[in-house]
C-alpha cells in the first residue's frame, strides 16, 4: 500500500485494512481485520454486515 491508498482509505469512512498490511499505515487507519491468508475479507464483510453497513 502507498500513501494514496491510506488518503482514500481515510476518504471512505470506513477504511480496513488486513492485519498484514504496513505498520504505518495501521497507524493511520483503526480498522483492521484479519490476513489475507486468514479470509481477512471475508471477515470484514461478515463484521460490516453485522453492524449493518
Known amino acids: 500500500m502507498s ?4 488518503e ?3 476518504a471512505v469512512g470506513y477504511g480496513v485494512l488486513m492485519e498484514n498490511a ?3 499505515l495501521k497507524e ?3 480498522v ?3 490476513s ?3 479470509d481477512g475479507i471475508y471477515h470484514a ?3 460490516m454486515s453485522d453492524e449493518g453497513y
Open 3 to 6: 500513501d494514496n491508498d491510506a
Open 45 to 47: 464483510l461478515m463484521r
Open 32 to 34: 483492521h481485520t484479519e
Open 36 to 38: 489475507n491468508d486468514h
Open 8 to 10: 482514500m482509505l481515510e
Open 22 to 24: 504496513p505498520e504505518e
Open 28 to 30: 493511520r487507519i483503526p
